[in-house]
């Protein structure tokens, strides 16, 4: 996704207009998390798509932890 914003910076060329951008791509339970906090709390909003980047890759980190979980117990079955 960096890789996109950089290569076409003309048409990225501020902050909140690349955080719309990725929050747009984003999909399922993480879409609708990224839309509450952006939408419904604007205290909290993204000021930087670094902190949205880091933000998203917490919650990545969560699910992918999480899903290793199950796997390691539906072994153990």
Same mark, same amino acid.
């Given at each position: 996704?960096?890789?996109?914003?950089?290569?076409?910076?003309?048409? &990225?060329?501020? *902050?909140?207009? @690349? %955080?719309?951008?990725? %929050? #747009? $791509?984003? !999909?399922?339970?993480?879409? *609708?998390? %990224?839309?509450?906090?952006?939408?419904?709390?604007?205290?909290? #909003?993204?000021?930087?798509?670094? *902190?949205? &980047?880091?933000?998203? $890759? *917490?919650?990545?980190? !969560?699910?992918?932890?999480?899903? $290793? @979980?199950? @796997? $390691?117990?539906?072994?153990?079955?």
């Amino acid at each position: 996704m960096n890789d996109k914003l950089q290569t076409n910076v003309d048409h &990225f060329d501020n *902050e909140s207009i @690349c %955080i719309v951008y990725v %929050i #747009s $791509k984003l !999909e399922d339970d993480v879409a *609708e998390y %990224i839309f509450a906090q952006r939408w419904h709390d604007a205290l909290h #909003s993204y000021i930087s798509i670094n *902190e949205l &980047f880091e933000h998203l $890759k *917490e919650i990545y980190d !969560e699910l992918n932890k999480n899903r $290793k @979980c199950h @796997c $390691k117990y539906n072994a153990l079955k």
